[in-house]
């Protein structure tokens, strides 16, 4: 039976990467790409997709839980793919009741759908929750988080993340039904939104503005190019035992100052400017509130389970970034403008030209 997979949130970053890798690996499963587009939705992030025979896209909202069933029942969904979020720590700050709503509420209303339409049917179903590590809290010099680290998150975002995961184990605990959850880290790569650090300071350093280091720049995070992330879902998707959980890891901690300068040097390169340019763009910045230190996975199961580790090395994996977002520019120039813009601008106070 082909199976008929709804991804939530293949818009956005992760998700458009993981529709396209099963559209193009998967000719005949059927992709259901179930996305709100709020501000992070970006159906350009698609295009070269759109005229597959196998791929559809419906605009709804995961909290409209009467629609979402209406969804399963219409395309007899057999499979989730579960990443619509609100995914940046920076907004949860500002507004964790939204977070609270698309994360929690959200993930509960999909969890109750396949819970109510595949009534105790669960052969050849599952739900898979794409889960991040930030759930974990944050760590000192030393150690990693592994599968069985206790939760603890901080910022409103780790905490809805982590009451999603809570519901999605409840679910399995008290229904059976079928799932598995992973848990990753920090991704970067090709059609990530210009707010997270590592597309905000490449589009900065190509506009000329200023770098916004929160802090002493001494927080450290565990990166993972996006492809090798969606590889990892493809793995789990397909060979992960039901009811484990997967961490996902690019065993690649990077202080983010020294990334930072790492951005400079290669976007400087690129561009034909002379090496340390781009230094001078640098400003500290007021702290994140609650900014976790350090990140660190141990994926150490699922390399040894599932065989899947990570394919590129870093700094491979930030040229092929860096050179993306040169050869697509036109794509963060229609990003850069409009409501995003004000919303940058008023957040650093900064004065930019
Ligand atoms: P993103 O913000 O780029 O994309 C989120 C997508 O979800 C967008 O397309 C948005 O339109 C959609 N969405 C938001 N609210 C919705 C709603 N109510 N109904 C339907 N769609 C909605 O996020 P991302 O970085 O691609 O992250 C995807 C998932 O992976 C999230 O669950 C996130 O927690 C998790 N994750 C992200 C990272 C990372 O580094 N980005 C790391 C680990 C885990
Ligand atoms: P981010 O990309 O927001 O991911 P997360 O907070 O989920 O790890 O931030 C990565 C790191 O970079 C984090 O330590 C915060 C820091 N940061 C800055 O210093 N300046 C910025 O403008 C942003 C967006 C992040």
Not at 92 to 108: C, E, H, R, V, Y
Not at 142 to 148: D, I
Request: aromatic share 14%; net charge neutral; with cysteine.
């Amino acid at each position: 039976m082909k199976p008929n997979i709804l991804v939530t949130g293949g818009a956005g970053f992760i998700g458009s990467h993981v529709v396209r890798l099963f559209l193009n690996k998967y000719p005949d499963y059927n992709i259901y790409n179930l996305d709100l587009l709020t501000y992070a939705g970006n159906l350009e992030n698609l295009k070269d997709l759109e005229n597959k025979k196998n791929y559809h896209f419906l605009k709804e909202d995961i909290c409209n839980f009467h629609k979402i069933k209406a969804i399963f029942i219409k395309y007899k969904i057999t499979h989730v793919i579960h990443l619509a979020a609100e995914s940046h720590v920076d907004r949860s700050i500002k507004d964790p009741f939204s977070f609270a709503q698309t994360n929690i509420m959200g993930t509960l209303s999909l969890l109750q759908a396949a819970k109510d339409v595949w009534a105790n049917n669960f052969k050849n179903k599952l739900f898979y929750h794409i889960s991040t590590d930030e759930v974990f809290g944050s760590l000192g010099k030393e150690g990693s988080f592994s599968e069985t680290s206790p939760y603890e998150p901080h910022s409103p975002y780790s905490a809805s993340k982590a009451s999603s995961d809570h519901f999605v184990r409840a679910f399995s605990d008290t229904y059976g039904l079928p799932i598995v959850i992973s848990n990753c880290s920090n991704n970067y790569g090709p059609y990530q939104f210009p707010e997270k650090l590592i597309p905000l300071f490449i589009n900065n350093i190509l506009k000329n503005k200023s770098l916004p280091v929160y802090g002493n720049g001494e927080n450290i995070r565990d990166w993972l190019y996006v492809e090798d992330h969606a590889r990892a879902i493809d793995v789990i998707f397909h060979n992960g035992k039901l009811s484990e959980t997967y961490n996902i890891g690019g065993f690649n901690e990077w202080k983010n100052i020294d990334l930072i300068k790492i951005l400079i040097k290669v976007v400087d390169k690129f561009l034909g400017n002379k090496a340390g340019t781009s230094v001078k763009l640098i400003t500290y910045v007021k702290d994140r509130a609650g900014h976790d230190k350090r990140y660190a996975v141990d994926a150490t199961k699922i390399k040894e389970e599932l065989s899947w580790e990570p394919s590129l090395q870093f700094e491979e994996g930030i040229e092929k970034t860096i050179q993306w977002y040169l050869e697509n520019d036109q794509w963060l120039e229609n990003i850069s403008s409009g409501a995003y813009q004000h919303y940058y601008e008023k957040k650093y106070n900064l004065n930019d030209n």
